[in-house]
């Protein structure tokens, strides 16, 4: 499969806790996004990676948050000490330099907090 | 800022029934506009864009969307759908003079339920 992948899958944490997701996007993808996707509602930006660089972190990314792509490869994004609030499908998508619109998304990593 | 704004939340219809789902957007400059699909239990997918040229656009699947620059709408279509295209549905926009960064804003999505 040369999608783009996510892992893990779901991830059930207690709150306080931290998790890291990974995010393994098309091997000729230079750009990576993250979104994050709650119940009844769209996708929101997160942040967005041109190779290694990040280039823009929205303010919805708490200081709790970070995101690497140390490479310019796969990406990780980690959330320390968990608070209910952050339970929300993680998405992950990649898209080319020269098809800048053909986003590829990931199935996603569904988080609960309990 | 920009806003995508899907007027219909839920929407149920027969097979063989016409669609159309709204999206209007907030955005005074150049937009490029999308929709995706995420069929249950599957990721986001892209079902048409719009760029730039003919405003009629045809996607995947024999969906289409009319990009009325008047009216800040891009409307989704199909003449007749299946049982198969129960899903939802996301529309998108992005600032076509964003620059670098080609995030995109998105709608609250419509779910659509087709019975057969």
């Known amino acids: 499969d040369t999608g783009v992948s996510q892992d893990p899958r779901h991830k059930i944490t207690k709150r306080g806790q931290n998790v890291t997701f990974r995010c393994d996007p098309i091997?000729?993808?230079?750009?990576l996004y993250w979104y994050r996707q709650t119940l009844g509602q769209g996708p929101e930006f997160l942040t967005y990676?041109?190779?290694?660089?990040?280039?823009?972190k929205s303010r919805l990314l708490s200081d709790r948050f970070s995101a690497e792509r140390p490479k310019g490869s796969f990406s990780t994004l980690e959330i320390q000490r968990t608070e209910q609030g952050d339970s929300a499908m993680y998405l992950c998508?990649?898209?080319?330099?020269?098809?800048?619109?053909?986003?590829?998304f990931g199935s996603g990593t569904r988080l609960t907090v309990v | 800022a920009q806003s995508v704004s899907q007027h219909n939340h839920h929407v149920i219809l027969s097979e063989a029934a016409s669609l159309e789902l709204g999206c209007n957007y907030s955005?005074?400059?150049?937009?490029?506009l999308f929709w995706y699909v995420q069929y249950p239990g599957q990721h986001l997918q892209l079902l048409l864009k719009?760029?730039?040229?003919d405003p009629l656009v045809k996607g995947i699947k024999g969906f289409e969307a009319e990009f009325i620059k008047s009216k800040f709408s891009f409307n989704l279509r199909k003449p007749s759908v299946q049982w198969s295209d129960t899903a939802e549905y996301f529309c998108?926009?992005?600032?076509?003079?964003?620059?670098?960064?080609?995030?995109?804003?998105w709608g609250l999505g419509t779910s659509l339920a087709v019975n057969p």
């Open positions: 998508a990649s898209s080319s330099e020269t098809d800048y619109y053909g986003y590829t």
């Open positions: 091997s000729e993808h230079n750009r």
């Open positions: 990676f041109q190779n290694e660089a990040q280039l823009e």
């Open positions: 955005y005074g400059g150049t937009v490029n």
């Open positions: 719009y760029f730039s040229g």
């Open positions: 998108a926009v992005n600032a076509g003079d964003a620059g670098n960064n080609r995030k995109l804003i």
